[in-house]
């Protein structure tokens, strides 16, 4: 069993940024890590991706045409943490952001509300 916690979301204006954090009782090093987010009536789709310390490219998934160049996705291996910067945030960014690892079976935390209003 994995436990996961997701922090960081509120209400922003059009413009905005937010910066959203995944902690677990894991170390999320190890694992990949995805970011997914699901808006009101539409089905969960995927954001973001960190793959594990162990991966060969180390380098960032990006899921979908509409975060590139307003998203980012970082570890903090301090605070064992895996954050979601965005920034030029839209009102159709929102939804409930969810964070997940998979360990022989998909893992989630309880989703955080991201609202863009003005």
């Known amino acids: 069993q994995v436990k996961l916690v997701e922090s960081g979301g509120g209400l922003v204006q059009p413009g905005g940024s937010l910066r959203l954090s995944c902690t677990a009782d894991i170390t999320l090093d190890f694992y990949a890590v995805s970011w997914f987010r699901q808006a009101p009536g539409k089905e969960r789709e995927g954001v973001m991706c960190?793959?594990?310390?162990?991966?060969?490219?180390?380098?960032?998934?990006t899921y979908a045409d509409f975060v590139k160049g307003r998203f980012t996705i970082s570890r903090d291996r301090s605070e064992n943490t895996v954050d979601l910067q965005m920034n030029s945030l839209k009102p159709e960014d929102t939804a409930v952001y969810y964070c997940?690892?998979?360990?022989?079976?998909?893992?989630w935390g309880q989703g955080t509300q991201v609202t863009v209003s003005s």
């Open positions: 960190l793959p594990s310390k162990f991966s060969t490219s180390g380098k960032s998934v």
């Open positions: 997940n690892v998979w360990r022989n079976e998909d893992y």
